[in-house]
């Protein structure tokens, strides 16, 4: 694999493994539980691009490179939890710094994803790197909130799985133009700009209205 896809896989494993040890401190997990759920943000969403690629072993388990990424911020992450009180209107800011890191994720395992489709099956255009793409972006986050026992937020947070689909199109479409360096750039920066928006202006995706058994609108 090429430096721009390293570059983009450590960066996704790193801010994942953050979100994912915020999760844990956030349920009240031990040290454990903290470094299970920070190990598995970061790599699973990339165990489950690489088995749909077919390529095995996968990446995160032929050396511990991802994995050590993982622990490290784990540790980081409770060592600081630890060592610096946050006030209770503090938590504005753990939840900024949450949201970042998830952002982060989101937007550079969309890029690894992509890439690793138009690596492996160059006459695949569109439908596979897209979706390998959105499945390494949104794998390792469903996890993690299926182990916290939280409903996934890729179910229900605005502009999120989107932004991913938005991001491998862009990839798709810049690559015959400018080649894979800069298509995976322009994919990065257009998932971080779509979820940067959504955060600040508050964009949604369209919610049915819930009707109750009495045929009440809620």
Same mark, same amino acid.
């Given at each position: 694999m090429?430096l721009t896809?390293?570059?983009?896989?450590?960066?996704?494993t790193?801010?994942?493994a953050?979100?994912?040890a915020?999760v844990?401190?956030?349920?009240?997990?031990d040290?454990?539980?903290?470094a299970? &759920?920070?190990?598995?943000t /970061?790599? !699973? @969403?990339g %165990? #489950?691009r =690489?088995? +749909? $690629?077919?390529i095995?072993?996968?990446?995160a388990l032929?050396?511990?490179d991802g994995i050590?990424f993982?622990?490290?911020t784990?540790?980081a992450?409770?060592i600081?939890?630890?060592?610096?009180?946050?006030p209770r209107r503090?938590?504005?800011l753990?939840?900024?710094?949450?949201?970042?890191?998830?952002?982060a994720?989101?937007?550079a395992?969309?890029v690894?994803?992509?890439?690793t489709a138009?690596d492996?099956?160059?006459g695949?255009?569109y439908?596979l790197?897209?979706l &390998?793409?959105l499945i390494? /972006?949104v !794998? @390792?986050? %469903? #996890?993690? =909130?299926v +182990? $916290?026992?939280?409903?996934p937020v890729?179910l229900y947070?605005d502009?999120y799985a989107?932004?991913?689909?938005v991001g491998?199109?862009?990839?798709?479409?810049?690559?015959?133009?400018?080649?894979?360096?800069?298509?995976?750039w322009?994919?990065?920066?257009a998932v971080?700009?779509?979820?940067?928006?959504?955060i600040i202006f508050?964009?949604?995706?369209?919610?049915?209205v819930r009707i109750?058994g009495?045929?009440?609108?809620?």
């Amino acid at each position: 694999m090429s430096l721009t896809w390293a570059v983009f896989e450590i960066l996704g494993t790193v801010a994942f493994a953050f979100s994912g040890a915020a999760v844990g401190l956030a349920r009240g997990m031990d040290v454990f539980g903290i470094a299970l &759920l920070s190990v598995v943000t /970061a790599v !699973g @969403g990339g %165990i #489950l691009r =690489d088995v +749909l $690629a077919g390529i095995f072993p996968p990446f995160a388990l032929r050396g511990p490179d991802g994995i050590i990424f993982a622990l490290m911020t784990a540790a980081a992450v409770c060592i600081g939890f630890r060592h610096f009180h946050i006030p209770r209107r503090g938590r504005k800011l753990v939840l900024f710094a949450y949201r970042v890191s998830d952002t982060a994720g989101l937007a550079a395992f969309t890029v690894t994803g992509a890439m690793t489709a138009i690596d492996s099956y160059p006459g695949y255009r569109y439908v596979l790197p897209v979706l &390998l793409g959105l499945i390494t /972006a949104v !794998g @390792g986050g %469903i #996890l993690r =909130d299926v +182990l $916290a026992q939280k409903v996934p937020v890729v179910l229900y947070e605005d502009v999120y799985a989107m932004a991913s689909v938005v991001g491998g199109i862009v990839i798709c479409v810049l690559y015959p133009l400018t080649g894979i360096v800069y298509a995976s750039w322009g994919g990065f920066g257009a998932v971080l700009l779509l979820r940067v928006c959504a955060i600040i202006f508050g964009w949604r995706l369209y919610h049915p209205v819930r009707i109750h058994g009495g045929g009440e609108r809620e």
